[in-house]
T-cell receptor, first 113, second 118 residues
Framework: SQQGEEDPQALSIQEGENATMNCSYKTSINNLQWYRQNSGRGLVHLILIRSNEREKHSGRLRVTLDTSKKSSSLLITASRAADTASYFC?????????????FGKGTLLTVNP | DTEVTQTPKHLVMGMTNKKSLKCEQH?????MYWYKQKAKKPPELMFV???????INESVPSRFSPECPNSSLLNLHLHALQPEDSALYLCASSQVGLRGTPTANEQFFGPGTRLTVL
């Protein structure tokens, strides 16, 4: 079953606006990561937030994590047309001597110039 | 070099064919992964290799056969696939901790191989 569930499934905004995507999950996690995927290409890691962290920033990205609500949000500020992509949250859980990433369904972000 | 490469970029095969997907990284990562991604869906984990040994098989059908010949290479051998196996196959790599110590670092993904099974 899907560990992460993003909403909205699709988001369309104008360049310069902020974009917020949310992710919910069901079980305990080691960390939560956000990835971006341009159409039909590989995924690019954006940011990782550990289970004992509440907020993290990287450039125009701001991620929050609420483990009590099992939810996270990704905020992209001052969006650009180049930010158009699918965004996935992924929860990392320990499995034996490895960890597994389980991806949510993703949010398709369209930034209109 | 922070790149994961995958070949071929596109592959069309019949249900009776045997083909292989290749993945290579030179970042010194000792964990490597295969994911399958159907259109408009998230990636789904298939296999995990840690120190060149298969550590996770997510109940993948035996028509998919992974191989990790050394710490830089990961192959996925395909045989007798079905049309529903058509998808984007993604390879990824990551660091691991000391042997037996789990870590949860970011994964570096290749661009994928777009597979079509006729």
């Amino acid at each position: 079953s899907q560990q992460g569930e993003e909403d909205p499934q699709a988001l369309s905004i104008q360049e310069g606006e902020n974009a917020t995507m949310n992710c919910s999950y069901k079980t305990s996690i080691n960390n939560l990561q956000w990835y971006r995927q341009n159409s039909g290409r590989g995924l690019v890691h954006l940011i990782l937030i550990r289970s004992n962290e509440r907020e993290k920033h990287s450039g125009r990205l701001r991620v929050t994590l609420d483990t009590s609500k099992k939810s996270s949000s990704l905020l992209i500020t001052a969006s650009r047309a180049a930010d158009t992509a699918s965004y996935f949250c992924a929860t990392a859980r320990i499995s034996g001597s490895n960890y597994k990433l389980t991806f949510g369904k993703g949010t398709l972000l369209t930034v209109n110039p | 070099d922070t790149e994961v490469t995958q070949t071929p970029k596109h592959l069309v095969m019949g249900m009776t064919n045997k083909k292989s997907l290749k993945c290579e990284q030179h970042m010194g990562h000792r964990a490597m992964y295969w994911y399958k991604q159907k259109a408009k869906k998230p990636p789904e984990l298939m296999f995990v290799y840690s120190y060149e040994k298969l550590s996770i098989n997510e109940s993948v059908p035996s028509r998919f056969s992974p191989e990790c010949p050394n710490s830089s290479l990961l192959n996925l051998h395909l045989h007798a696939l079905q049309p529903e196996d058509s998808a984007l196959y993604l390879c990824a790599s990551s660091q691991v901790g000391l042997r037996g110590t789990p870590t949860a670092n970011e994964q570096f993904f290749g661009p994928g191989t777009r597979l079509t099974v006729l």
